[in-house]
């Protein structure tokens, strides 16, 4: 179900007419979520496809283009699909910023696609992606700590000619166990 302004295509209905009381979408039963951007969105079904519509002028949709989708369209054919983030973008020197961050069911996969222009794909370029390029996420982790004011991480340099420093002050931390993944998503 989907309501509001649909300039762009970001209701999914096929149209770019609003809609002021909810209103069916697709008659898909089960999907696991739904997120939406400023002017595109994304749902993730139950058996973990992808789908995307609405707004692609960055290619933050995934699908290989930089068109305009006004209707619900799978993004390939992956079924590991866990996590969708439609980031809302931000305007920088004319042009907004949308992008859009997943993490497959492995939660050591992310994937990120759109516009890259500060690198906010996190793939080490500032080149534009219009398809999922995955494993673009350096660090992973598996098990989460509660930090809070007296806690503090540090990983640097970022970008990294090889080398890297991690420095963790966490109170009562007794052990820590810290992967390190390169842009292909191999461990290092």
Request: aromatic fraction near 12%; charged fraction near 10%; glycine fraction near 14%.
């Amino acid at each position: 179900w989907s309501w509001g302004f649909n300039g762009n295509g970001q209701l999914g209905n096929g149209s770019t007419t609003q809609a002021n009381i909810p209103t069916p979408v697709e008659s898909r039963a089960g999907w696991l979520m739904v997120d939406a951007g400023s002017a595109f969105g994304f749902a993730i079904a139950e058996d973990h496809t992808l789908f995307a519509w609405g707004f692609n002028e960055g290619g933050q949709l995934g699908l290989g283009d930089n068109v305009q989708h006004e209707t619900i369209t799978q993004v390939g054919s992956d079924t590991d699909w866990e996590y969708i983030s439609a980031a809302d973008g931000f305007y920088y020197n004319g042009v907004y910023g949308h992008h859009t961050i997943g993490i497959k069911t492995n939660a050591e996969v992310l994937c990120a696609a759109g516009y890259n222009y500060i690198g906010q794909l996190g793939d080490g370029t500032t080149t534009n992606s219009n398809v999922f390029t995955c494993s673009t996420g350096l660090l992973s982790i598996e098990e989460f700590v509660e930090f809070n004011e007296n806690s503090f991480i540090s990983v640097y340099p970022n970008p990294s000619n090889g080398i890297i420093n991690i420095s963790i002050d966490v109170q009562n931390l007794s052990e820590a166990i810290i992967k390190v993944f390169n842009a292909n998503g191999s461990m290092v």
